[in-house]
């Protein structure tokens, strides 16, 4: 697992990798629900095209900030390992919910 550390001259480092990494994770939840959204028909052309901007600005200054910071592989490394976790904690949960109904039986 990525060490982050907080402790010491990286501490800098440490705290601007978890920091963007998290930024990371909910520009891609809103992503998502944005792609919800217009799939649904919930937005005007108007909101979608003004969404998609500020996205893309936000991803844009992302960007710069892990350029700037030089933490671009770390927080690579840091989302690649939380994606992992949360695919991981997400079949838990499905397995555990399929085995309380009874579709999962013990042999």
Excluded: F
């Amino acid at each position: 697992m990525t060490k982050i550390d907080l402790d010491g001259d990286d501490a800098a480092d440490g705290l601007m990798t978890l920091v963007l990494a998290v930024i990371e994770i909910l520009v891609d939840a809103l992503e998502r629900e944005a792609i919800r959204r217009m799939e649904s028909g919930e937005l005007t052309d108007e909101e979608v095209e003004r969404l998609g901007t500020q996205l893309a600005a936000v991803e844009e200054e992302i960007d710069r900030l892990e350029a700037e910071a030089e933490v671009s592989e770390p927080v690579d490394d840091l989302r690649g390992e939380l994606d992992e976790l949360v695919t991981d904690l997400v079949h838990r949960a499905h397995e555990s919910d399929r085995a309380e109904q009874g579709v999962i039986r013990d042999e």
